[in-house]
């Protein structure tokens, strides 16, 4: 009850325009703004940077354009001609090309042919180079729109492109179904927005338990499962049935964010599991930190503490358990 009550009430808060301004002015004001932990940075130079740091780590990456609902259909093309900005430079840089999108910065709401053009238009410049686009979930409101523009293009053979489901959404199995009897790719998390009791799962318990029983289907159905958690009892639960099926390794992988659990990323590399990190840049990245915020209301105080220090001129603090 605790957790669904302050979770709503970071989910609500990231809606503040006055305090997305005032975030904004410190989060990533230099090397330790508090924003900094979960985001790789305001500009793609940053961002390939931390990659190619992950990189040399053994992490694999995915990269995304912080953005989402566009005001305008103008904001949406161009949020789009920076994709294809960053495919070019990521590629020229000789990274692998793999990056997330969310269709409401491609103006899913606004007009739904213009957001699959310029969806289209990413995933061409990420097919030319071997580059694969996973299309992230946002709100339920979003989620018809958004598997009918993902199953539009991979209808027209776009191959290179998959979604994401959140195990939340009591819809989710059947979603889960139909985008697997594709054959197209999933990655699995357990949703990351404020819905209504008729739509989600409200209480952890149950949102655990229906990711859990998703996950097995993922495994042994998917195509390249992605799991996206940071939740040890499910990668646990997901190591133990790949291990019972002979599902090794190499036809899985785990997902994590960016500066979340980084011990946990790194012992399941040492195991030899693939762990791809989604890295998030730019400067919209305030509706992205509240969730994180959300998730984990104990960051609270850490941000809290970077603030006060900040006005104090004190030297910077270190995260709790900087991960
Ligand atoms: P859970 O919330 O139970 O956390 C398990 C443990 O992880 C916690 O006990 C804590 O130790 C740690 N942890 C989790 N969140 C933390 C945080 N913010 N700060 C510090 N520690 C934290 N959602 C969505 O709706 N649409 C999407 O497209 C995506 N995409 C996506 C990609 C990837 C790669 C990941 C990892 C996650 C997403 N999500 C998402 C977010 C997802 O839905 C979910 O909100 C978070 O992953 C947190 O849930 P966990 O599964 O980690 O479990």
Redesign the pocket.
């Known amino acids: 009850m605790r957790d669904a009550l302050s979770r709503t009430f970071f989910l609500a808060l990231a809606r503040s325009a006055l305090l997305k301004a005032g975030a904004s002015r410190y989060g990533m004001r230099g090397p330790d703004g508090f924003a900094r932990r979960?985001v790789g940075g305001e500009t793609l130079n940053e961002a390939m940077g931390v990659v190619q740091d992950l990189d040399r780590q053994g992490f694999t990456h995915?990269l995304n354009y912080l953005g989402e609902h566009v005001a305008s259909p103008d904001v949406a093309r161009r949020a789009a001609g920076d994709y294809l900005e960053i495919i070019e430079r990521v590629g020229a840089a000789g990274l692998p090309c793999k990056i997330?999108v969310?269709l409401s910065q491609l103006g899913l709401e606004l007009d739904r042919a213009l957001c699959a053009d310029n969806l289209r238009r990413i995933l061409a410049a990420a097919g030319e180079r071997d580059g694969f686009v996973?299309i992230?979930?946002?709100g339920s409101a979003t989620v018809d729109a958004t598997l009918g523009i993902f199953e539009a293009v991979w209808n027209e053979g776009l191959r290179n492109v998959g979604v994401?489901l959140?195990a939340?959404l009591h819809r989710t199995e059947a979603d889960l179904r139909r985008v697997l009897a594709l054959g197209a790719r999933v990655?699995l998390?357990?949703?990351?927005?404020k819905e209504p009791s008729g739509v989600a799962y409200q209480d952890?318990a149950h949102?655990?338990d229906a990711?859990l029983s998703l996950i097995p289907v993922l495994l042994a159905e998917g195509h390249a499962p992605?799991i996206?958690?940071?939740?040890?009892q499910?990668i646990d639960a997901a190591c133990r049935f790949a291990e019972q099926r002979g599902i090794g390794p190499d036809r899985f992988e785990f997902?994590?964010?960016f500066?979340?659990?980084r011990d946990?990323q790194a012992e399941l590399r040492d195991r030899g599991y693939p762990v791809?990190?989604?890295v998030p840049f730019g400067r919209e990245w305030f509706p992205y930190f509240m969730?994180?915020?959300?998730?984990?209301p104990?960051?609270v105080a850490f941000v809290a503490r970077s603030l006060l220090r900040e006005r104090k001129g004190d030297p910077p603090v270190s995260p709790p358990?900087r991960?």
């Open positions: 979960f995915t997330s969310k996973r992230d979930m946002e994401v959140q939340y990655r998390c357990k949703g990351a927005y952890r949102v655990d990711f992605a996206a958690t940071h939740d040890r499910a997902q994590m964010l500066g979340v659990r946990l791809r990190v989604y969730r994180r915020l959300a998730e984990r104990a960051n358990s991960r």
